[in-house]
C-alpha cells in the first residue's frame, strides 16, 4: 500500500510540474515533499518514462562487509567434503578449518548464514540447551581414561566389537580396536599396550561390564584379570552405577563420532581391514580434526600433549590447580599462591594470549591455550611478587639531551 501510494503521488507531482507547469517549490508545498525529490523524480522520468513509476530495491550498490564468493564457495566446499567423510561439518568446524588451513577468519554465524542460503542446513527440532548439562572432566591427561566397546557388522552381516579407550581430559582416543567378540583377556591386553604407549593412568572409568569387573556378579568375589592389572600398578578403578550410562558419556559420544565416520567409508569385508580403517580415524580423530568440547575447538592431540600426564603417584588433591588467564599489556599474568599474588611475566609480544597456569606447590607450567606450547616451566619464589622471564635486558635508552 505505501508503495502504491509513492506512486501515485510521483505521478500527480509530474503532472503538476510538466503538464500543469507549477513550479517545483509550489508543488513541493503542496504535496508535503522536498525539491530535491522532485527535481531526481523528473531527471528519471526523463530519461526512463514510465519505468521511473516503479518501486526501486533498496538493496545497497555496494556490501564491503560481504564474503567474497571464493570464500563462500570454500565454505561450501568443506561442508560437503567433510559430511562425504563422516566428519563433524557444523560452522564452528568450518570455521576451524578456514582458519588453520586457508588462514582466512570467518565468524560461525556467518558460516551459518550462507550455509543456510545455499539450502545446507536441515531444520532440526529444539534441543536441551548445553548450559541445562552439569559436564565433569578430568583436570590433566591421563588422570582418566574410559573404556567401553560397540557393535558393528561386516558385508557379511558377520558380528564384530570395537573396544575404545579415550581419554576423559583431552578426549585424546588412546586405543580403537576391533575383535570377534570383546572379552576380559582382550581389555587386559590392549589396556597393557595402551600403557606402553602412554604411560599408565591414575584411574579409569567404565560400566559395570564382567569384561571390566566382577563386583556385580551375584558375590562370587574376587578380580578378574583387568581388575588384578589395575590394582598391581596403584590404578583407581571406577564404575559408573548401573543404568547410569551418561556417567561414560564421553566414550558414548566417541561410538556416534566413530560410526559415522565408518558409514562415509567403503565397508570393510574383513577384521584386518576394519582395524586398518581404525588406524586412519584414530590418526585423523587425534591429529587433525578439531573438538567442540576442548577449548579454542583445539585437536585432542594437542591437549593430550600441551599439560604434565598424571600417574598413579600423582597427588590429586588442592595443591594441583588449573586456571585460565588472558596475557596483559605487560606481558605478565597472575597466580595466588598461599594468599599472595604473584606476577608471572610471559613477555610482551604474548600480549592477549590465553593461557592454562598449572600450579603444583611452587611448580608453575604456563601454556598457551590454543598451540599447547609451553611458555614457562619453574619454580616460583615466593618471597618475590614479580617472577621474572629471565630474558636479557635490552639496552636502556638514553636520555635527550636538553
Not at 580403537?176 to 589396556?191: D, G, S, Y
Not at 572409568?205 to 589395575?230: I, S, Y
Not at 606476577?343 to 603444583?360: E, K, P, W
Request: proline share 6%; glycine share 6%.
Amino acid at each position: 500500500m505505501g508503495q502504491f501510494r509513492l506512486v501515485s503521488k510521483a505521478r500527480l507531482v509530474i503532472t503538476a510540474v510538466l503538464v500543469e507547469g507549477r513550479s517545483q517549490s509550489q508543488v513541493a508545498r503542496d504535496y508535503g515533499v522536498s525539491q530535491g525529490w522532485i527535481s531526481r523524480l523528473i531527471a528519471r522520468y526523463t530519461v526512463e518514462g514510465e519505468a521511473a513509476f516503479e518501486p526501486r530495491s533498496r538493496r545497497p550498490h555496494t556490501s564491503p562487509t560481504r564474503l567474497p564468493q571464493t570464500t563462500i564457495d570454500l565454505i561450501i566446499e568443506l561442508r560437503r567434503t567433510l559430511a562425504s567423510k563422516g566428519l563433524d561439518n557444523g560452522p564452528h568446524t568450518i570455521a576451524w578449518h578456514l582458519e588453520h588451513h586457508h588462514r582466512l577468519i570467518v565468524s560461525a554465524a556467518s558460516i551459518s548464514r550462507h550455509l543456510h542460503a545455499a539450502g545446507l542446513v536441515e531444520p532440526s527440532p529444539h534441543k536441551r540447551p548445553k548450559t541445562s548439562y552439569i559436564r565433569f572432566a578430568a583436570e590433566q591427561p591421563n588422570q582418566r581414561w574410559q573404556a567401553d566397546f560397540t557393535h558393528w557388522r561386516l558385508p557379511d552381516r558377520t558380528h564384530v566389537e570395537i573396544l575404545c579407550w579415550l581419554d576423559d581430559h583431552s578426549r585424546y582416543a588412546i586405543s580403537v580396536t576391533a575383535h570377534q567378540r570383546v572379552t576380559a583377556a582382550i581389555v587386559l591386553t590392549e589396556f597393557r599396550k595402551a600403557v606402553d604407549h602412554h604411560g599408565i593412568p591414575y584411574s579409569t572409568l567404565t560400566d559395570n561390564g564382567m569384561v571390566f569387573t566382577t563386583r556385580l556378579a551375584g558375590g562370587k568375589g574376587g578380580r578378574n584379570a583387568f581388575e588384578a592389572e589395575l590394582h598391581r600398578l596403584g590404578v583407581h578403578q571406577i564404575n559408573s552405577t548401573p543404568n547410569h550410562p551418561t556417567t561414560c558419556g564421553k566414550v558414548e559420544r566417541f561410538h556416534q563420532t566413530l560410526k559415522r565416520w565408518l558409514t562415509n567409508q567403503p565397508r570393510a569385508a574383513t577384521l584386518a581391514a576394519l582395524n586398518t580403517q581404525l588406524e586412519a580415524f584414530t590418526d585423523e580423530y587425534n591429529h587433525h580434526r578439531p573438538h567442540r568440547s576442548l577449548p579454542h575447538r583445539a585437536t585432542p592431540a594437542t591437549i593430550y600433549t600441551s599439560r604434565p600426564k598424571a600417574d598413579p603417584a600423582t597427588r590429586l588433591d588442592t595443591h594441583n590447580r588449573v586456571r585460565t588467564d588472558r596475557v596483559d599489556q605487560a606481558g605478565t599474568v597472575t597466580l595466588r599462591v598461599n594468599g599472595r599474588l604473584h606476577h608471572i611475566g610471559i613477555g610482551r609480544h604474548h600480549h592477549r594470549t590465553r593461557v592454562l597456569i598449572l600450579a603444583q606447590d611452587h611448580h608453575i607450567t604456563v601454556i598457551n591455550a590454543a598451540t599447547g606450547e609451553v611458555l614457562r616451566d619453574f619454580t616460583l619464589n615466593p618471597t618475590r611478587d614479580y617472577q621474572p622471564t629471565g630474558a636479557p635486558k635490552g639496552p636502556k635508552r638514553k636520555k635527550p639531551r636538553p
